[in-house]
């Protein structure tokens, strides 16, 4: 109640604070939304269980709507209406005055119920309502659990983004991080963490004092590789299992690996070896546990990522002058062809992360001595700078291609921050203490 | 605290400044390479100026030996005129005592992506490890380690933070 009305209070500045601040390790500020972002309304959902209710929202276990509604916000895409401006509580399309919604400038009205089941179980049912033409878009009945409220609300976001934009939302969806804070003794400690896309639900699944660098997340979202750097053996792959906990290093003997990459069927590590003399880029076969060499030369060659179709790999090389991305085919028996350079605006081009759909890649690139994300249109050859800060690193797409995370600084701290593609829409999300830094975003659950 | 810290950095900052009469010259041959943005032209200019006071102290074995930390310009794996004549010593140390091991520590500033500043870090290491190769070191005495960005010597996101943590640690162990 005390942090709905803080956000009631500024209604009109794109700004807010998630609901429940104590379990949310992230807070995320929309920096910029579209100008043209669609009006709609998320009514709360009706509770049509028994219990104290909660001011003017139900007392179901999760504001599902609330979460939804910021879902949409934060995607850049959809303007919600503050509760306080809501011209009615329907939580069934049979409730609406539709005329009423449209004074209101609104295009499209979601209303739901949440009951909960004998059974302890509970049934969320929402409905997408179109104003003008006065009929639903799409209606669901979903079954949940308590501890599933919250992703059953991501659902539906993506359910609702799907249905108004054309593709797939990616709010039901994961990001790791790594975090750094100082201990009592001053010294760093790095975690890897896991959390929903909106910075719920964090889970620390390592804790080190050595650097952790470079998570990357299995196609199936079960595994993490990442790199740590020890004092005693220097940078080597590591592979995480989510649910357990356990990990495992990569490779039958210790030796120099660093920037792993998965590839599109889950069954290799495109990653860099340091053992012949310089960084190289191998792919590594987890069943076989065989490295299959890609480049050769004595320039460094690192930060592989895969095209979505498997058919060849993307990596930083500075075999010209200063880092530039290269483009080299895949065969199964290893490289085919010779690599060819992708990037020639700017002396710095760096760590590519390939969109879904295989058009773009973004990159850091460094512009009047600021490093910047930046996008490459594969067809064009087009290159669009998307931000604006001096230090921003480590983009990665979201599987739905329409935001890129990345580390950034804001006031001396590590924080990550997400763009939209056309670099219309960018929100921050900012870590209660210390730094956070190299973002993934995951793929789509399945 | 804070200000504590930072009176620790500048003193630590001063002691280098008196221990090498021309890394004021050294400081502000890179910061302005770096306004150029192009670091990599600038290798050459940067420790031109060591020359004389290195050669004053080459005679002076246990001076040169007594610094341990090689700095190397923006985006280079060059190692200076200077750094040689520390480096010819640790290498002497070390060919003729072959129980003693090194470790060659690779740092890169924290500029740039951080596999990239590993890869730099791994290259500047090797470029000592190979200077030191070449002088009678056996491979078996050397390991290179690099911790990219991940470790920097100095706190700050300006060239006088960057120029430190641009470096090779030389760390001794064994005996």
């Not at chain 1, 889950?266 to 880029?281: M, Q, R």
Request: aromatic share 8%.
């Amino acid at each position: 109640m005390h942090i709905l009305s803080r956000y009631l209070a500024i209604p009109f500045v794109l700004f807010f604070i998630l609901l429940r601040p104590v379990s949310a390790a992230l807070t995320i500020d929309i920096t910029q939304g579209v100008d043209d972002a669609l009006p709609i309304a998320v009514v709360p959902f009706k509770w049509a269980g028994s219990g104290p209710t909660r001011g003017s929202t139900t007392a179901a276990p999760e504001n599902v709507a609330s979460i939804v509604a910021s879902d949409l916000r934060r995607s850049g895409r959809f303007a919600p209406v503050p509760d306080k401006n809501l011209v009615g509580r329907p939580s069934h399309g049979s409730q609406v005055n539709y005329t009423a919604w449209r004074a209101l400038g609104i295009d499209n009205l979601v209303v739901g119920h949440i009951a909960p089941l004998v059974d302890g179980t509970y049934e969320v049912q929402f409905q997408l309502l179109d104003m003008y033409k006065a009929e639903q878009i799409i209606g669901y009945k979903i079954r949940s659990r308590r501890a599933n409220l919250r992703r059953t609300a991501h659902q539906i976001s993506d359910l609702i983004y799907k249905a108004l934009m054309g593709v797939q939302g990616a709010f039901d969806t994961n990001v790791c991080y790594v975090t750094v804070t100082k201990n009592r003794q001053q010294q760093n400690v790095y975690r890897l963490a896991i959390a929903d896309s909106d910075g719920y639900n964090e889970k620390i699944i390592l804790e080190t004092q050595s650097p952790i660098l470079s998570p990357s997340w299995s196609p199936n979202g079960l595994q993490l590789a990442y790199v740590k750097i020890s004092s005693r053996y220097g940078a080597e792959i590591y592979i995480q299992s989510i649910l357990t906990g356990q990990a495992k290093r990569i490779g039958v003997t210790r030796r120099k690996s660093s920037a792993p990459a998965w590839s599109p069927d889950g069954k290799k590590l495109a990653l860099t070896l340091y053992k012949d003399g310089n960084a190289e880029i191998y792919i590594h076969d987890l069943k076989t546990q065989k490295s299959q060499r890609i480049t050769r030369n004595s320039a460094a060659d690192t930060e592989p990522a895969w095209l979505p179709d498997g058919s060849a790999i993307i990596f930083t090389s500075d075999r010209g002058t200063g880092p530039q991305l290269y483009q080299v085919s895949i065969a199964s028996h290893g490289a085919s062809g010779r690599p060819q350079r992708l990037t020639f605006e700017g002396k710095y081009n760096a760590r590519a992360s390939i969109s879904p759909d295989g058009k773009f890649i973004a990159m850091v690139h460094r512009i009047e001595g600021s490093y910047r994300i930046a996008v490459l249109e594969r067809s064009t050859g087009y290159l669009r700078v998307l931000t604006e800060s001096r230090l921003d690193e480590s983009p990665s797409f979201a599987p739905n291609g329409s935001m890129i995370i990345y580390a950034t600084e804001y006031r001396n701290r590590g924080v990550l921050a997400a763009v939209s593609v056309d670099g219309r829409a960018r929100q921050r999300l900012q870590l209660n203490r210390g730094d956070v830094r190299e973002p993934a975003w995951s793929f789509f659950k399945q | 605290m804070k200000k504590q810290l930072s009176l620790v950095l500048l003193a630590s900052v001063f002691g280098l400044m008196v221990g090498c009469s021309s890394t004021t010259k050294q400081d502000d041959s890179t910061s302005s390479a770096d306004g150029t943005v192009s670091g990599a032209d600038s290798t050459k200019g940067a420790n031109v100026g060591d020359a004389g006071s290195a050669s004053k102290l080459a005679g002076d074995q246990a001076d040169a030996l007594s610094k341990r930390v090689i700095y190397f310009d923006f985006d280079s794996s060059d190692v200076t005129s200077e750094a040689r004549d520390i480096i010819s010593a640790h290498a002497q140390n070390l060919s003729q005592n072959t129980g003693l091991s090194i470790v060659l520590e690779g740092h890169a500033d924290e500029r740039g992506t951080r596999e990239y500043n590993v890869a730099l870090g791994d290259r500047r290491a090797k470029a000592v490890k190979q200077l030191l190769v070449v002088q009678g070191v056996q491979s078996s005495q050397i390991q290179v380690i690099s911790f990219g960005e991940e470790r920097p010597a100095a706190v700050g996101h300006d060239e006088s933070a960057w120029s430190l943590n641009r470096r090779v640690e030389l760390l001794y162990s064994g005996s």
